[in-house]
């Protein structure tokens, strides 16, 4: 087994650290790995996401390198962890990246929207107040295109990739008034907004992204690009948005069709080819900028679980409110 091939651990496997080992649960299926100090393999094993070769994960987790093949080759023969059929080329043409893009893209969106959030909400298992909550703390974050898209344009040297960005942006910056539009009909006045502030890793994404733009515009355009629905995903977004209705829009208020009104826009804007239109401005990009560029989306993946689980935390709560400058943060009510 080639060191220069980049694993990927299962997106479905759960790690923990257990009896001076790294526990790995897979379906109904248990592996331990053991042999070196527990906390670097399980950084190792965090680290396989296929984005990074056999060396580099051995560097950053400080674990030989023999060992880390050793576990490559292990999980590899168990079905815990996939390695791809050939190593990256040095440079990937726009269209090579876009497809290898999407090909991750589909194997995170599957691992996140298995989320219980996503799950509860698409099952109308989830209170009325998650639902609102997931609502609002979404209006917070398209109204960040304010705040994010600027910056991309702002640090894009690139003039055809800045093209892209000021198209995208002159499409995108008012589409904060579908959520307002849903808001109002959930009850959640101008004046409520007013007085709201978003949770921290509502932030965090909007944080994550200006960081993006700020480092390379290739980190923005490939993290845009996951958050752009493509294809399936939006057979997938209409079907959601179907499950929502039928669970949390009893009472006649129509509150999710101008959620879905926005995907319906976004489509017919053409928007899940924006990351396409980036790349091939750019042209050939060299692979160690590339896989920046996808860990930097990977990394958005994370956050945006993070996100999922901060809203279930803080609006599952029994008479959960939206934050404001008298609400104690994920306030446990007695």
């Known amino acids: 087994m080639e060191p220069h091939y980049t694993p990927i651990l299962l997106p479905d496997t759960v790690m923990c650290l257990a009896d001076g080992a790294v526990e790995i649960t897979l379906g109904d299926h248990i592996f331990e790995v053991s042999g070196y100090k527990p906390s670097s393999l399980h950084h190792a094993l965090s680290l396989m996401n296929g984005l990074l070769d056999v060396p580099a994960i051995a560097a950053l987790s400080q674990v030989p390198k023999l060992v880390v093949s050793q576990v490559v080759k292990e999980l590899h023969a168990v079905g815990a962890l996939s390695i791809p059929s050939r190593s990256l080329p040095e440079y990937f043409e726009p269209q090579q990246f876009a497809l290898l893009c999407r090909k991750r893209f589909a194997v995170w969106k599957r691992h996140l929207f298995s989320h219980p959030l996503w799950i509860g909400l698409s099952d109308g298992t989830l209170s009325h107040e998650v639902f609102v909550g997931w609502v609002l703390e979404t209006w917070f974050f398209i109204d960040g295109v304010l705040d994010r898209l600027p910056m991309a344009i702002a640090h894009t040297e690139h003039r055809g990739m ?173």
């Open 162 to 334: 800045r093209q892209v960005f000021m198209k995208h942006f002159a499409e995108e910056w008012d589409h904060a008034h579908f959520f307002t539009r849903a808001l109002d009909r959930l009850g959640i006045s101008a004046a409520d907004r007013a007085v709201t502030r978003s949770l921290p890793s509502t932030r965090a994404i909007q944080d994550w992204l200006r960081n993006a733009a700020r480092r390379d515009p290739l980190r923005y355009a490939v993290c845009s690009g996951f958050l752009e629905s493509t294809g399936n995903d939006r057979a997938v977004a209409r079907e959601f948005f179907r499950n929502i209705t039928s669970h949390y829009d009893c009472n006649g208020n129509h509150a999710v069709q101008p959620l879905a009104d926005h995907v319906s826009l976004d489509e017919d804007y053409g928007h899940g080819h924006s990351l396409d239109n980036a790349l091939i401005a750019l042209g050939s990009i060299q692979r160690t900028r590339a896989s920046a560029a996808l860990q930097s989306a990977y990394g958005l993946v994370e956050t945006l679980e993070m996100w999922s689980t901060d809203i279930l935390t803080h609006y599952g709560v029994p008479g959960a409110k939206p934050l404001d400058e008298c609400n104690a943060y994920r306030r446990r009510i007695p």
